[in-house]
């Protein structure tokens, strides 16, 4: 079944220590990826996708994340994060051979000041 | 901006009323989807809709309805509410046609319902 893991429920990390939420999916052809964000009190936003082409993909307030095939995996990395980096986020992906996005269970970051 | 509201933030109901909620975008976006957000189960699909007076079932259907007589506004209804569909229910809309913005959903702020 086509499906995306987020193995990591809940992550404390300090001010300027390094982020890697993982993702993956399962197999199922051509995929969209995307990392949704949800900051405490606000909407779901979009943080970055990967459709095509480079499998490094910049997305905005500073965090990346690398599509790797082979590992059917979507990983997001900040190298420093902050304070106000604590959110849930979750990765999603479509497949093409579908008309609906399926979303992860999310991972809550909490970062210590 | 895109601009994607729903008709209320927190909703108290009980057992057995029917419950509309709603959702209107302002971007011309022909895709709008309800979805049900619960503690670690992220986002499930309810219902979502490719056009007007169009509709297809999501994860989760049981015990829901939709209605989407205008591109703009998208309805979720639940017949008869019960303690099960206490959740945050998030509305979202996007584009169809293929290119930069396709697939990205733009969400609403939610509606915490709580049915007692």
């Known amino acids: 079944a086509q499906s995306v893991s987020q193995h990591n429920h809940h992550v404390i990390l300090s001010e300027a220590a390094s982020l890697e939420l993982g993702c993956n999916y399962s197999y199922g052809g051509t995929v969209n990826l995307f990392w949704y964000v949800q900051y405490p009190g606000q909407h779901l936003q979009l943080l970055l996708k990967?459709?095509?082409?480079?499998?490094l993909v910049k997305g905005i307030k500073g965090f990346e994340a690398e599509f790797i095939k082979s590992k059917f995996s979507f990983n997001l990395r900040k190298p420093s994060v902050q304070w106000s980096d604590t959110a849930e986020y979750f990765c999603a992906v479509r497949y093409s051979s579908a008309s609906k996005i399926i979303f992860g269970s999310g991972t809550r970051l909490s970062i210590r000041p | 901006d895109v601009k994607v509201t729903q008709s209320s933030r927190y909703l108290v109901k009980r057992t057995g009323e029917k419950v509309f909620l709603e959702c209107v975008q302002d971007?011309?976006?022909?895709?709008m989807f309800w979805y049900r957000q619960d503690p670690g189960l992220g986002l499930r699909l309810i219902y979502f809709?490719?056009?007007?007076?169009?509709?297809e079932k999501g994860d989760i259907p049981e015990g829901y309805s939709v209605s989407r007589e205008k591109k703009e506004r998208f309805s979720l209804i639940l017949e008869s509410a019960s303690t099960n569909q206490t959740s945050m229910y998030l509305c979202?809309?996007?584009?169809?046609?293929?290119?930069?913005?396709?697939?990205?959903?733009?969400f609403g702020p939610g509606t915490r319902l709580t049915v007692l």
């Open positions: 971007m011309d976006h022909e895709n």
């Open positions: 979202a809309s996007s584009f169809s046609s293929a290119g930069k913005d396709s697939d990205t959903q733009y």
């Open positions: 990967y459709f095509s082409g480079d499998p």
């Open positions: 809709s490719y056009d007007v007076k169009m509709k």
